[in-house]
């Protein structure tokens, strides 16, 4: 049975399957190099290369890095680079420790997320987002079934077939049967459309995930239960903490970018210091 279930840099998309793909360019960091001339790059992959090599080249700058050590034309950062560029974060990124109220704040805001035992019984049906393939063409068929399972008149059960006939997940030859799933058997996307939720029966919108588009039916719920803000405080702190880090992340980038001489390729530049 499949399942829709299952960093160089954090500000990557990482759905790059999404992005267009276009052949363009020589994109440069600085006059080095972002891939070979007749590359096919989509626009999260170009980013991705040009964060890292803005990453790379700090590396160098903060004597962190050898001078000789140089970009790859398939944007993978050396073995010593990738050291250098972890020693040069830890050095720039102060991250706090969450205080005690915003933890007990966050954990109030999303106590669905930190629920033990809870469990739906799910199927779906996968439109799958890869490399090339039209997304504008792929939502409407995923639209189209969508309406046809939402549809029926409560005498006949639509669902089984349409995934059979259009799923491309290997469930979808059983009738989109993904089985009993808890929150950490899914990709996180998928599961915030699923859980918290007291919604049983086809849900009316399509659920975006990494893997595409997917039409899914909750068929059953177990609630599970809500732990005490206690016993659940190290799991919150380490939520804040992970969201402080990209955050910190995200402005250290924006202001290499700012100060970076970029050609070929768009990426969020601050020209004033962000980080603290």
């Known amino acids: 049975m499949g399942s829709p279930c299952s960093p160089t840099c954090a500000c990557a998309s990482a759905e790059a399957a999404t992005a267009p793909t276009t052949t363009v360019a020589v994109a440069r960091v600085n006059d080095m190099a972002l891939h070979g001339a007749d590359a096919t790059l989509s626009t999260d992959e170009l980013r991705q290369r040009a964060y890292t090599e803005l990453l790379r080249q700090a590396a160098q700058s903060a004597g962190l890095l050898a001078a000789d ?54 199927r779906h049906i996968l439109f799958a987002v890869t490399p090339g393939v039209d997304v504008v063409a792929l939502r409407k068929r995923a639209e189209g079934a969508l309406l046809e399972v939402r549809s029926h008149d409560g005498q006949s059960d639509p669902f089984s077939g349409v995934a059979r006939q259009l799923s491309n997940c290997p469930s979808g030859q059983e009738g989109g049967e993904l089985g009993w799933l808890s929150a950490t058997d899914c990709a996180p996307e998928f599961a915030r459309e699923i859980f918290g939720h007291a919604e049983v029966g086809v849900l009316p919108r399509l659920v975006h995930s990494r893997f595409g588009l997917h039409v899914v039916e909750v068929r059953q719920r177990e609630t ?4 005490a803000f206690e016993a659940v ?19 250290y980038l924006s202001l290499l970018a700012g100060q970076a001489r970029l050609e070929g390729v768009d990426l969020d530049a601050a020209d004033t210091p962000l980080v603290q």
């Open 69 to 122: 050590d140089t970009a790859a034309a398939d944007g993978i950062a050396s073995e010593a680079a990738t050291s250098a560029i972890e020693q040069l974060l830890e050095q720039a990124l102060q991250v706090p420790e969450p205080a005690e109220e915003a933890c007990r704040r966050h954990h109030a805001a999303h106590i669905a997320n930190y629920r033990i035992g809870e469990r739906a019984h799910v």
């Open 224 to 227: 599970g239960e809500d732990p």
């Open 233 to 251: 405080r190290g799991a919150v702190a380490m939520t804040l903490r992970q969201q402080a880090y990209v955050t910190t992340l995200r402005q």
